[in-house]
Nanobody, 123 residues
Framework: VQLQASGGGLVQAGGSLRLSCAASGRSISDYTWAWFHQAPGKDREYVARIKRSGFRTDYADSVKGRFTVPRDRANNTVYLEMNSLRPEDTGVYFC?????????????????WGQGTLVTVSS
């Protein structure tokens, strides 16, 4: 499966963005999907995931209540909807796919990665 991430940009604190991760080659239903965030000068950190069933999601404490991770099977795309953005949300966001039904919050278990999309939140 190939992943194409998009949707990043510049937004003011308190604003919203929707990132997209378009998959090609396989159905998104075959994978658990996750988003990771890499702030400048820091390691990649887990943000959220939607499990292969499509019914269960999981979020890092820092984004609970602000971010959601829906998927659209018709468009074979997974999204990261980000609300109430904060300056500390700035960084590159990566989507990733794993063939298990549960996935993980650990980046090294994911088999496939998108190229990343930059989000900048100004204060």
């Amino acid at each position: 499966v190939q992943l194409q991430a998009s949707g990043g940009g510049l937004v003011q604190a308190g604003g919203s963005l929707r990132l997209s991760c378009a998959a090609s080659g396989r159905s998104i239903s075959d994978y658990t999907w996750a988003w990771f965030h890499q702030a400048p000068g820091k390691d990649r950190e887990y943000v959220a995931r939607i499990k292969r069933s499509g019914f269960r999601t999981d979020y890092a404490d820092s984004v609970k209540g602000r971010f959601t991770v829906p998927r659209d099977r018709a468009n074979n795309t997974v999204y990261l909807e980000m609300n109430s953005l904060r300056p500390e949300d700035t960084g590159v966001y990566f989507c990733a796919a794993h063939r298990s039904g549960l996935g993980s919050d650990k980046a090294d278990v994911y088999d496939y990665w998108g190229q990343g999309t930059l989000v900048t939140v100004s204060s």
